[in-house]
């Protein structure tokens, strides 16, 4: 697990800003603020960018970060942060990886252990989202699940074999319920629990469900969003869900070969692992 405390640690950092869609007056005086104080700026277009830039009164190096050199430029940008350089990167309209570069940037950068800060965007889902280190492109924003477990387990489970990246909303009292759940349905998939976004205490905890659970069972607080990895393959499903999913239709008066065949289809397993595991396990109780 990683665990980014963005304003604490000292690292250098990779500023994500976004830059108004039309009208010049509504860039935040934050963005401004940042893109005064940082190293160099990162834009798809140095010459749009510079206009931008001027409009301001920001005098600072421009680097290119386009589609077509994004790859060379992450590295690129990974090695000013060795430096000791902080970096802005910005988009020639909008916000950075929402159609626009910036992927392949964070991460490097992530996976290089630098800071990647969001600034507003007046939506904590995509200021999370895009500093997250997992796929920007295509995700589907799904906000609070059913404070009832088996409610949640139910809303999940229609979740599972989306492909996309799935982002959450959570609150702390909730959050260790809500994660084990995801853990039992979804599986130990890629996670980021983001925290406290563009406060003084900002945080970003990278890593498994399993690892963020774990986390957040030792210290939860603050309104959190939640990014899920979407389905790459077949999820990792622990034996003991399995076993309790059969279960629950043996319980409801179904023979053993029925149980298996509805639990496959719920978890999305193949039907003859869970026969074989409910067959060993009934091997070993005799």
Same mark, same amino acid.
């Given at each position: ?34 893109? !005064? ?89 995509? !200021? ?141 397993? !193949? ?16």
């Amino acid at each position: 697990m990683q665990r980014q405390k963005s304003f604490e640690n000292g690292r250098c950092t990779l500023y994500l800003v976004p830059t108004p869609i039309g009208n010049l007056n509504e860039m935040t005086p934050r963005a401004i603020e940042v893109l !005064n104080s940082v190293d160099v700026i990162a834009c798809e277009d140095t010459r749009t960018s510079g206009t931008l830039l001027k409009h301001f009164g920001i005098r600072k190096k421009l680097i290119a970060c386009q589609n077509f050199n994004e790859a060379n430029s992450a590295k690129g940008i990974a090695a000013l942060l060795e430096q000791g350089l902080n970096v802005a990167l910005i988009s020639d309209a909008g916000y950075p990886l929402i159609s626009d570069p910036g992927q392949r940037v964070v991460d490097e950068v992530t996976s290089a252990g630098y800071n990647v800060v969001p600034l507003s965007g007046p939506n904590a889902m995509l !200021n999370a989202l895009v500093a997250s280190g997992l796929i920007v492109q295509p995700f589907v924003f799904i906000g609070f699940l059913p404070a009832s477990v088996s409610e949640c387990r139910t809303k999940l489970q229609t979740y599972r074999d989306y492909p996309m990246t799935m982002v959450f909303y959570e609150a702390p009292h909730r959050i260790v319920k809500m994660l084990s759940t995801v853990l039992e349905v979804l599986g130990d998939r890629k996670c980021c629990i983001a925290r406290e976004i563009t406060k003084i205490h900002e945080e970003f905890l990278r890593g498994t469900v399993s690892e963020l659970l774990e986390a957040m069972k030792e210290e939860a607080r603050g309104e959190m969003v939640v990014i899920i990895e979407g389905k790459t393959g077949e999820t990792v499903i622990s034996e003991d869900t399995i076993r309790e999913t059969v279960g629950k239709y043996l319980a409801q008066g179904m023979r053993t070969s029925s149980a298996v065949k509805e639990a496959a289809k719920e978890l999305g397993l !193949n039907k003859n692992r869970v026969y074989d595991l409910v067959h060993e396990k009934e091997d070993e109780a005799v």
